[in-house]
């Protein structure tokens, strides 16, 4: 009973810091408006996480998973690696148009924390590298050069920083034209 509750307060925790950091940013959100938000005593939170960091790291690699979820849950949809590639802006076209869309919680926390919060720089890189790879792969089983890969995950994070910053969805659709004529040429 007792795992089930930590289990219970160590979620509570991370969706009330992945809402308020994602919301407000991490340094806006204090461990007191934490634990409120969570439902728990602060004795508690530090018992589950014993820095801010820590809960940082946490939900970032939750978010990790969302994103990788959607990713591939996208392409899910497509046969082949070239749909797969162009399926990435598919999901971030429905992901803009998200009510609550406040851009990458990668670069808007490796922006606001990443050279004071290792925790946090760590977590942004490991998550982009990872993001470049899936991308290269599906380049090269679509007969692309190793290169392509980069571009396009370029396009794609071009497309979210445009997208928070401006407000405008169509980011998107745009990127996704502009990786289309990369798969068009490097295809000849």
């Keep these: 009973m007792v795992a089930v509750e930590a289990s219970d307060a160590r979620s509570a925790v991370l969706v009330a810091a992945d809402e308020l950091f994602y919301t407000r940013g991490v340094q806006a ?8 938000a969570a439902g728990i005593s602060l004795k508690r939170m530090y018992s589950l996480f014993p820095s ?4 940082v790291a946490a939900v970032l690699a939750g978010r990790t998973a ?9 392409a899910s949809k497509h046969d082949s690696p070239r749909d797969k590639v162009l399926s990435i802006f598919d999901f971030l076209d429905a992901w803009f148009r998200e009510d609550n869309f ?3 919680a990668f670069i808007n926390s490796f922006g606001e924390l990443g050279a ?10 490991q998550h982009k590298r990872e993001f470049v790879e ?4 599906l380049a090269v089983e679509a007969g692309c050069p190793q290169d392509l890969g980069l571009q396009i995950a370029l396009l794609a994070e071009g497309a979210q920083t445009t997208a928070a ?11 996704k034209r502009a990786a289309t004529v990369l798969l068009d040429a490097a295809s000849r």
Aim: proline share 4%; net charge negative; charged share 25%.
């Design 29 to 36: 959100v204090g461990m007191d408006e934490l634990r409120t």
């Design 52 to 55: 801010k960091s820590d809960i």
């Design 66 to 74: 969302v994103w990788n979820e959607r990713i591939l849950m996208e």
């Design 102 to 104: 406040r851009g990458c």
């Design 116 to 125: 004071t919060m290792p925790a946090v720089a760590d977590a942004a890189h």
């Design 134 to 137: 899936y991308v290269t792969d």
């Design 165 to 175: 910053i401006s407000e405008s969805p169509e980011s998107a659709v745009a990127a």
